[in-house]
C-alpha cells in the first residue's frame, strides 16, 4: 500500500483534490489540519490516502468510493508525524489490509505489498519452521515414525530425559502420544510449559499407595518379598522404626522371620528388634507362621522379612506362598515387592513376573541412591498399574526410607535423585 497526501482549503477539498489524482481507489487514512484560518490566509487541511495500486478490484469490494467517504475531523493543530501516530497509522493499515487476504493465502502473493514487519514476522517463521523440521528428524524420525509430524522442539528434550532415563520406549512412545494429543496448542508454544505439562501427566500415571495408619483396633502385617540382597530386612528396620517411633502416633511394632536358610539372617533383624526393643518371631515351617502372627496379636504392625529369591529358585517363592496360604486368621497380608531401583526395566519385569504367584500388592523400590535413570521403576509402576508405597534412599536406619509419591519420582526421572530435596 502507499501512502499518499493531499491538501486543501477544508478536508472536502482536500479530498476532490485526491479524487482527481487517484480516482475512486483509496483509502482514507486521516484528516489533518495543518493550519487555522487567519485573517488574509486561508487555512490548509490535509487527507492522507493509503493506495493499493496493484489489486484494485479487490480493494474496491471491501471500501467505499473515495467520494462516499467523510473527511474525518481533528481537533489537534500538531502536524508533527511522532511515533505514536505512525504506530496507529501502521495498525490502521494492518486491520484494513487483513481481509484482503484469505485464510492461508501468502500475503505478499495476493498484493503485492506487504509492511517491512509483516515480512519480518514471515521469514523469523519460516526460519523457526525450518528448525523444528530438523529437530524433528533428528529426534522423532526413526525412533517414532508412528506419530505424525506436528511434535514442537520444546519437546524433543523431554524426549531425550525420558529416554535416558531408562523409561521403556513403548511406554514413552504412548505417553508422547497421549501428550501430543491432549495438550493445548497453545501449550506448545513454551518449552517450560511443555515441560510442566508433561512432569504433571508423568505424576499423574505413577500409582501410588498413600501410607495410613492403621484403623481402630485394626492392624496392619507387611510382608517384604523380593530377591537376593536388595534391601529387604534393612528396609523392614527402617519401617519398623518409622512405625514405631517416627509417626505421629507411636504404635506396637512385632516382626516376623522367615529367612531361617541363610547364616546370620534371623541375627541381622534380632538385632534392630534388640535395639528398638520389639517383639520377634522366627518361622522355619509354614504351619508356624500363622502361630507367630497370633503371638504378636498384640501390635498395630507385623512386619514380615522373607528369605531372598533368585528368579530361578522357584523353592522358596513357594515356601512364602505356602505361609500367605496357611493364614487362616482375620489378618489381611500386604504383600510389598522390593526390587532395586538400579537394574534395566526389562530385568524389574522379569523379577515381578516371577514374584507374581504371591499377589503383589504394592512395590518398594531400594537403592534410589545408587542409580541415575529412574524411568524403569516408572515403567514397571506404568505397565503392572501396581502402587508403589516406599522408596529407599540409603543405607542408614531410618530415615532413608520416603514415602513413595508421584512428584518424588518424576522430579528423579527428569532431574535425578536430589538428597537434598527428601
Ligand atoms: N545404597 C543402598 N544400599 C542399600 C539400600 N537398602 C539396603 N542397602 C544395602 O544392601 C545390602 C543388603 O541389604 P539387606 O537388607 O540385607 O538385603 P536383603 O534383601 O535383606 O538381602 P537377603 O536377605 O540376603 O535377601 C546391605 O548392605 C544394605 O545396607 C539402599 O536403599 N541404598
Ligand atoms: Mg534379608
Known sequence: MKILTFTGKTPSEALRNAKIEIGDDGMLIETREVRKKTLGRDALYEVVIGIDEKSHNTYKQS????????????????????????????????????????????????SGYEPKELKEIKTEITKLGDKVKLIQNMFWEEKLPSLDNTIPPEFAEIYRLA????????????????????????????????????????????????????????????????????????????????????????HKVGLVVLDTYRIGAVEQLMQYARMMKLGIETVVDPPEFVGALNSLRYCDYILIDTMGSSPYDKTKIEKIYECLQANNTEFLIDVVLVVPSSIKYEDLKATYDNFETLNI????????????????????????????????????????????????????????????KI
Open 63 to 110: 471500501i467505499k468510493p473515495l467520494n462516499k467517504q467523510k473527511p474525518i475531523k481533528k481537533e489537534s493543530e500538531d502536524v508533527l508525524y511522532d511515533i505514536s501516530s505512525a504506530a496507529r497509522q501502521i495498525s490502521k493499515i494492518a486491520d484494513v489490509t487483513d481481509p484482503l487476504y484469505e485464510y492461508g493465502t501468502p500475503q505478499s502473493s495476493s
Open 361 to 420: 500388592d504394592t512395590m518398594m523400590f531400594t537403592k534410589l541412591d545408587e542409580t541415575r535413570g529412574f524411568g524403569n521403576i516408572f515403567s514397571l509402576a506404568y505397565e503392572t498399574k501396581k502402587p508403589i508405597s516406599y522408596f529407599s534412599v540409603g543405607q542408614e536406619v531410618p530415615e532413608d526410607l520416603v514415602c513413595a509419591s508421584g512428584g518424588f519420582l518424576v522430579d528423579c526421572l527428569l532431574h535425578g535423585f536430589n538428597r537434598s
Open 163 to 250: 529416554s535416558q532415563s531408562g523409561m521403556n520406549k513403548e511406554h514413552l512412545n504412548a505417553i508422547m502420544k497421549i501428550t501430543l494429543e491432549h495438550m493445548p496448542f497453545k501449550m506448545r508454544e513454551n518449552s517450560e510449559t511443555v515441560k510442566r505439562y508433561f512432569q504433571t501427566l508423568l505424576r499423574k500415571m505413577v500409582p501410588v499407595r498413600i501410607e495410613t495408619p492403621p484403623a481402630v483396633g485394626k492392624k496392619k502385617v507387611i510382608m517384604l518379598v523380593g530377591p537376593t540382597g536388595v534391601g529387604k530386612t534393612t528396609s523392614i528396620a527402617k519401617l519398623a522404626a518409622r512405625y514405631s517411633f517416627l509417626m505421629e502416633k507411636k
